[in-house]
C-alpha cells in the first residue's frame, strides 16, 4: 500500500464510520419507503413518460444515498448491513443498470410490487417521517424537469441523515450496526478476516438473542409468581361459594330458606268460589 493511498484511507475514515454507514443506509430506506407509499396512493393511470421519469428519480436516490456508501464502505472493509427492503430495491435498479432487457417498465412495474414493509417489525413501523429534503415524489415530478443535485458530499448527505432523525430520536436506536474486519493486502487473507469478522458478528447476535430469551423466560416465571396469590384466593373464594351455595340448597330442599321445614314454602293457591 502507498503512502498516497494510506493517507486517502485515514483521510476517509477520520470522516466515515460504521453508525455512519448504518444511519445512510437507513436513511436511504426511510426515502424508497416513502415514494413506494406515494405511488401505492397514487390512483392516476401511470404513462410511458411518467413511468421512464419516475425510474430516473429512483435511479438518482440510488446514486446519491446509496451506491457511493456502498462503496466506501468496500473501500474502508465495512461490512454494510443493509435493510431488507433496500436490499430488494437495491437489487432491482442494479438489475436495470445491467441487464439489457430490463427496461424503465420493468423496473417501475418491479418496485411497485415490491412490499415495502414487515406489519410487526418496529423499525419499518415507524421508519417514514413527515419531512424530506429533495421530496420529488411529493410533486407532480413527470411535468416537470428534473432538477435534482447533480453530486452531494458526504457532509451533505449526514446533515440530511441529522436531520431525519431529529424527527425520530427513538428510531437511531434500533438502526443495526455494521461490522468491520482487518484490511489486508493479501486477498486470501483478506477473505479470512472477513470470515472471521462475520463469525464473531454472528455469535454476538446469537449471544444478544439467548440473554433475551433469557429476560423474557424470567420475566415470565415472575408474573407466574405474582399470579400464584390471587388464583389462591380465587380458589378460596370458589370453595367458599360452592359451600354457600350447598347450604342454600339443602336449605331449599329442606321447605324454605332460612326458615322451618313446617311451613310451607310455596302454598297451594285455592280454588275461587263459583
Known amino acids: 500500500m502507498t503512502d498516497q493511498y494510506q493517507m486517502l484511507h485515514k483521510s476517509a475514515a477520520s470522516k466515515f464510520s460504521i453508525w455512519d454507514a448504518a444511519e445512510i443506509f437507513e436513511y436511504a430506506t426511510s426515502r424508497f419507503t416513502a415514494i413506494h407509499i406515494a405511488l401505492m396512493e397514487d390512483q392516476n393511470h401511470h404513462s410511458s ?12 436516490e440510488a446514486e446519491h444515498f446509496v451506491f457511493p456508501f456502498v462503496n466506501i464502505c468496500a473501500a474502508m472493509n465495512i461490512n454494510t448491513t443493509l435493510p431488507v427492503y433496500l436490499n430488494e430495491v437495491l437489487f432491482l435498479i442494479t438489475s436495470f443498470q445491467t441487464e439489457p432487457h430490463y427496461d424503465h417498465k420493468k423496473l417501475f412495474a418491479a418496485f411497485k410490487a415490491c412490499p415495502h414493509e414487515s406489519a410487526n417489525h418496529p423499525v419499518d413501523i ?29 457532509a451533505t448527505v449526514k446533515e440530511l441523515v441529522t436531520d431525519h432523525f431529529a424527527q425520530r430520536p427513538k428510531m437511531a436506536s434500533m438502526v443495526p450496526r455494521s461490522t468491520t474486519h482487518t484490511r489486508s493486502d493479501d486477498p486470501l487473507l483478506q477473505q479470512l478476516q472477513v470470515l472471521r469478522a462475520e463469525v464473531s458478528h454472528l455469535g454476538m447476535e446469537l449471544s444478544r438473542l439467548l440473554v433475551a ?8 416465571v415472575a408474573a407466574l409468581d405474582r399470579l400464584e396469590d390471587p388464583v389462591d384466593e380465587l380458589r378460596e373464594a370458589m370453595v367458599a361459594s360452592h359451600a354457600a351455595v350447598a347450604m342454600l340448597q339443602g336449605h331449599y330442599d329442606n321447605g324454605r330458606l ?13 280454588s275461587l268460589p263459583r
Not at 51 to 57: D, G, I, L, P
Not at 137 to 152: E, G, I, T
Not at 258 to 270: K, T
Open 258 to 270: 332460612g326458615g322451618p321445614s313446617s311451613v310451607e314454602p310455596f302454598p297451594r293457591l285455592q
Open 49 to 60: 413518460s411518467y413511468q421512464h421519469t419516475f425510474v430516473r428519480h429512483i435511479v438518482w
Open 126 to 154: 415507524n421508519r417514514v417521517v413527515r419531512d424530506y429534503r429533495h421530496a420529488w415524489w411529493k410533486h407532480r415530478f413527470d411535468l416537470a424537469p428534473f432538477d435534482m443535485p447533480l453530486r452531494m458530499s458526504v
Open 213 to 220: 430469551k433469557l429476560d423474557a423466560t424470567s420475566e415470565a
